[in-house]
């Protein structure tokens, strides 16, 4: 019964709205010369709104591109296209509901078309190390200035500066259903959504799955775990790079010790006629270079997609290198408290024909339209959440880490409510300003009796441990 509300949660569509409220909203906005406050807004509509309604009007058509937001001080502030201007959008239905397809621009199509192609058709290619030496960061561009303009409008979370990873912790209970899935599932894993879930909450696995089915996604959700709790450390370096591999290819590879370590043999990739490097020190050279360019780049969304592009092409590890860039995608959304990326409903077959415009033709436009889309997909699935999550609370982030320490030491220990409550108070003390000591103990007693199987992995405990402590709290 208690995964239910979650089930509704994550399959929930908002309901249809009118076009003519949204091109109502998009037109006052465009009547401004500056980007307007909600304020602003509301006093020039001629339809006049409840406040919580005209703010999911406006959270759409961010959502759907026809808007931009930028954080100022004040609160958010709007601008709007003005090619939409006394328009109605084609399809009014939200994000969510509308273009199931990816949107292929012209270049994307041509590329399609070439690697679609029977092998035999296409001309066998090598690593060609100019693609990576001719990207100059902050000189050349992937994503065009107004992409990355959008981009930006549709990831915003906050008007405020927060610790790294803020964000991406607040919504890490959907997140690492999501994430994990949607990676596993775009490698060929067949497990559901549900069987994800039940998987990653309660530790079961699904019946006549192979076990390394299981495996990846609970490799996926250590990996995501690295990404949220090293928030401040992470980044693009080896130490980053070469420990998401470990954590994605654990138990998957013929050979443990290749985990998380750099490739010293050659590899053929299956469905392609691209073949990668195989003078170990050329990969070394180039994979320093790819982490160098890479944290080098200014802009996050170049950033992430750059990540995308590369690492794969490159072939840095054994395998699991596609799952690495998809992950490392994220570093810098992480870092910069964006809304995250979870490759939600983004077709299989139009990831990897976009990779292989990559592999074989040293061509992004196919793989950016995915990128694009996926990203569009991910924030309109987050943005409900960002509208019912209240401000971050300072003295929480101030004692994140000893909250963590502390709850998941009652769950690991397999606490009774008596242990845990004397545990807490003992813990609790070692504070160093008395003012904290209570409000730490009711945090941590509160924190307890709401945990659930789809919010402990934050405290670091795995699913069996959990379902232990359950058994003695209850």
């Given at each position: 019964?208690?995964?239910?509300?979650?089930?509704?949660?994550?399959?929930?569509?908002?309901?249809?709205?009118?076009?003519?409220?949204?091109?109502?909203?998009?037109?006052?906005?465009?009547?401004?010369?500056?980007?307007?406050?909600?304020?602003?807004?509301?006093?020039?509509?001629?339809?006049?709104?409840?406040?919580?309604?005209?703010?999911?009007?406006?959270?759409?058509?961010?959502?759907?591109?026809?808007?931009?937001?930028?954080?100022?001080?004040?609160?958010?502030?709007?601008?709007?296209?003005?090619?939409?201007?006394?328009?109605?959008?084609?399809?009014?239905a939200p994000i969510l509901a509308a273009r199931d397809e990816v949107p292929l621009s012209t270049a994307a199509?041509?590329?399609?078309?070439?690697?679609?192609?029977?092998?035999?058709?296409?001309?066998?290619?090598?690593?060609?190390?100019?693609?990576?030496?001719?990207?100059?960061?902050?000189?050349?561009?992937?994503?065009?200035?107004?992409?990355?303009?959008?981009?930006?409008?549709?990831?915003?979370?906050?008007?405020?500066?927060?610790?790294?990873?803020?964000?991406?912790?607040?919504?890490?209970?959907?997140?690492?259903?999501?994430?994990?899935?949607?990676?596993?599932?775009?490698?060929?894993?067949?497990?559901?959504?549900?069987?994800?879930?039940?998987?990653?909450?309660?530790?079961?696995?699904?019946?006549?799955?192979?076990?390394?089915?299981?495996?990846?996604?609970?490799?996926?959700?250590?990996?995501?775990?690295?990404?949220?709790?090293?928030?401040?450390?992470?980044?693009?370096?080896?130490?980053?790079?070469?420990?998401?591999?470990?954590?994605?290819?654990?138990?998957?590879?013929?050979?443990?010790?290749?985990?998380?370590?750099?490739?010293?043999?050659?590899?053929?990739?299956?469905?392609?006629?691209?073949?990668?490097?195989?003078?170990?020190?050329?990969?070394?050279?180039?994979?320093?270079?790819?982490?160098?360019?890479?944290?080098?780049?200014?802009?996050?969304?170049?950033?992430?997609?750059?990540?995308?592009?590369?690492?794969?092409?490159?072939?840095?590890?054994?395998?699991?290198?596609?799952?690495?860039?998809?992950?490392?995608?994220?570093?810098?959304?992480?870092?910069?408290?964006?809304?995250?990326?979870?490759?939600?409903?983004?077709?299989?077959?139009?990831?990897?024909?976009?990779?292989?415009?990559?592999?074989?033709?040293?061509?992004?436009?196919?793989?950016?339209?995915?990128?694009?889309?996926?990203?569009?997909?991910?924030?309109?699935?987050?943005?409900?959440?960002?509208?019912?999550?209240?401000?971050?609370?300072?003295?929480?982030?101030?004692?994140?880490?000893?909250?963590?320490?502390?709850?998941?030491?009652?769950?690991?220990?397999?606490?009774?409510?008596?242990?845990?409550?004397?545990?807490?108070?003992?813990?609790?003390?070692?504070?160093?300003?008395?003012?904290?000591?209570?409000?730490?103990?009711?945090?941590?007693?509160?924190?307890?009796?709401?945990?659930?199987?789809?919010?402990?992995?934050?405290?670091?405990?795995?699913?069996?441990?959990?379902?232990?402590?359950?058994?003695?709290?209850?």
């Open positions: 019964m208690a995964q239910k509300p979650l089930l509704r949660h994550i399959l929930a569509v908002p309901k249809i709205v009118s076009d003519d409220e949204l091109a109502a909203v998009v037109n006052a906005v465009a009547g401004f010369t500056e980007p307007a406050s909600f304020e602003e807004i509301a006093g020039r509509l001629s339809l006049k709104f409840p406040r919580r309604t005209l703010q999911r009007r406006l959270a759409l058509l961010v959502a759907q591109g026809r808007l931009g937001a930028l954080s100022a001080r004040g609160g958010r502030r709007y601008q709007a296209d003005h090619s939409e201007v006394g328009m109605v959008a084609e399809d009014p199509k041509e590329i399609k078309r070439s690697v679609t192609r029977p092998i035999s058709a296409r001309k066998p290619v090598g690593y060609r190390s100019a693609f990576l030496e001719d990207y100059r960061p902050n000189v050349s561009a992937y994503l065009s200035p107004a992409l990355r303009r959008k981009l930006s409008a549709l990831g915003q979370t906050s008007g405020e500066t927060l610790p790294a990873g803020t964000y991406f912790r607040k919504v890490m209970d959907r997140l690492l259903i999501d994430l994990s899935w949607n990676s596993s599932r775009l490698e060929g894993n067949t497990y559901s959504l549900l069987e994800t879930q039940r998987l990653l909450e309660m530790g079961e696995t699904a019946d006549g799955k192979a076990t390394g089915e299981a495996h990846m996604i609970l490799n996926h959700k250590a990996a995501i775990e690295l990404l949220a709790e090293q928030a401040d450390e992470i980044g693009f370096n080896r130490y980053t790079l070469c420990n998401l591999h470990a954590l994605l290819s654990d138990n998957l590879l013929p050979d443990p010790a290749g985990c998380g370590r750099l490739r010293t043999h050659a590899v053929a990739i299956t469905g392609t006629v691209f073949h990668p490097l195989e003078v170990p020190q050329v990969i070394e050279d180039n994979f320093e270079q790819i982490l160098a360019t890479a944290g080098a780049i200014e802009d996050a969304f170049e950033q992430a997609f750059f990540a995308m592009v590369h690492l794969p092409y490159l072939q840095p590890f054994e395998d699991v290198n596609k799952r690495v860039s998809r992950l490392a995608a994220n570093i810098p959304l992480v870092q910069r408290n964006l809304s995250p990326l979870s490759f939600v409903d983004v077709p299989r077959d139009d990831y990897v024909q976009g990779i292989l415009g990559v592999y074989e033709l040293n061509r992004v436009e196919y793989l950016r339209d995915v990128f694009v889309w996926a990203y569009e997909r991910s924030c309109a699935r987050y943005s409900v959440i960002r509208q019912t999550l209240g401000q971050p609370d300072p003295f929480r982030l101030r004692h994140r880490q000893w909250l963590i320490d502390v709850v998941g030491a009652v769950l690991r220990g397999g606490m009774d409510k008596k242990a845990a409550a004397a545990y807490v108070r003992v813990q609790s003390a070692q504070l160093p300003q008395a003012a904290d000591r209570p409000r730490f103990a009711a945090m941590a007693e509160t924190e307890l009796t709401s945990l659930h199987e789809g919010n402990f992995a934050r405290y670091r405990v795995r699913p069996m441990e959990f379902q232990a402590w359950q058994k003695t709290w209850h």
